[in-house]
């Protein structure tokens, strides 16, 4: 069962959707996720409990982008670092990333997050274990308004809202749940937040500092 909850982990990094031809051409460049070799992010993780209190988990992530690749004809940047708990503590390539006129997307065509699109539904998906429905996922991007605060600083963002949704009432489990996914401009990603779906906490991985090559 214990993989079972481990499953919204996954499925916020890897759950895949249709975004046009990854042949297209020419990309716009993106201020909201700057893509540049040099280009470093180091975030910090937080608990927080059903009544807001937090608790310092003692967890950092570094990313670093280190190079880029080609791949069907498209430059792909390509992220390196550690990503806390998916992939325990181990540094790793965590994915391969290009702006896709004003689509942040991955060499499998998985749409991370828009800066343009805060109409359409970007990513679905319900999750069934043995004819019962676990969960439905979706991401929508989200206008924020609101300034974002975290180590870093004080930022205006867009977010890259996943909801998750289970059909099976779950005591003290709020229901449903949000994954946010917090991008500023000239920054990238700021904030994101995540959960195992039997537990009441969540927690956010918060940017202490960063590095944009200008």
Same mark, same amino acid.
């Given at each position: ?5 481990? =499953?919204?982990?996954?499925?916020? =990094? ?6 046009g031809?990854?042949?297209?051409? &020419?990309?716009?460049?993106?201020n909201?996720? &700057?893509?540049?070799?040099?280009? +470093?992010?180091?975030?910090q993780? +937080? ?5 807001g ?19 069907n ?11 806390? %708990? ?36 970007l ?11 676990? +969960?439905?996922?979706t ?11 975290? &180590? ?14 289970? %059909?099976?009432?779950? &005591?003290?489990?709020?229901? %449903? ?22 537990? %009441?906490f ?7 500092? +960063?590095?944009?090559?200008?």
């Amino acid at each position: 069962m214990r993989k079972l909850f481990l =499953l919204v982990l996954v499925i916020s =990094l890897f759950v895949s959707c249709n975004k046009g031809d990854s042949n297209s051409n &020419p990309t716009v460049e993106s201020n909201y996720f &700057p893509l540049q070799t040099g280009n +470093y992010w180091v975030y910090q993780h +937080y608990k927080i409990d059903s009544l807001g209190n937090e608790t310092d988990m003692n967890k950092t992530d570094s990313v670093i982008i280190k190079r880029d690749t080609i791949i069907n004809n498209n430059q792909y940047f390509i992220l390196e670092g550690t990503n806390y %708990p998916y992939n325990g503590d181990r540094w790793e390539i965590l994915d391969y990333l290009r702006d896709s006129s004003g689509y942040l997307v991955n060499a499998n065509g998985i749409i991370k997050c828009s800066e343009s699109n805060f109409t359409d539904t970007l990513v679905s998906k319900t999750e069934v274990i043995s004819e019962d429905t676990l +969960y439905i996922l979706t991401y929508q991007m989200e206008e924020t308004g609101n300034t974002i605060i975290v &180590p870093a600083g004080e930022f205006n963002a867009i977010n890259f809202k996943g909801t998750v949704f289970m %059909p099976h009432y779950k &005591p003290g489990i709020q229901n %449903p749940r949000f994954m946010n996914n917090y991008y500023a401009d000239g920054v990238g990603k700021i904030l994101d937040t995540y959960f195992f779906l039997s537990s %009441p906490f969540i927690s956010e991985k918060r940017l202490i500092r +960063y590095n944009i090559v200008e």
